[in-house]
């Protein structure tokens, strides 16, 4: 096993599934408590492979099934604050 395939694994391990939302409720959450709005949520989204959301596992893609050009997004919300809180250099 590689560091990057341990890391991952024990990432996995310490989230639980009250950790995961639905984008639809973390965008209502961060607009109720100040931090984002949908427009700057959604602009992060769009560029997350190349601001380091999907990289920081902040946020998952699943489709519904093999078929599905759109996916699904859902954010992991203490990899999400932890995305945040790291200064961005580019």
């Known amino acids: ?3 990057s395939q341990a890391i ?4 996995v ?5 009250s950790d995961i939302q639905a984008l639809p409720n973390f965008i209502k959450d961060c607009e109720e408590q100040g931090i984002a709005t949908e ?3 959604r602009w992060w989204l769009r560029y997350r492979n ?8 902040a946020i998952t ?3 519904p099934n093999p078929k599905s050009h759109k996916p699904m997004l859902f954010v992991i919300v203490p990899r999400f ?3 945040m809180a790291t200064a961005q250099t580019t």
Request: hydrophobic share 40%.
């Open 39 to 41: 427009h700057q949520i």
């Open 81 to 83: 604050v932890a995305w």
């Open 61 to 63: 893609e699943k489709r």
């Open 8 to 11: 991952t694994k024990e990432a």
């Open 13 to 17: 391990d310490k989230i639980s599934l």
């Open 1 to 3: 096993m590689g560091i």
């Open 50 to 57: 190349e601001n380091g959301l999907i990289s920081s596992g």
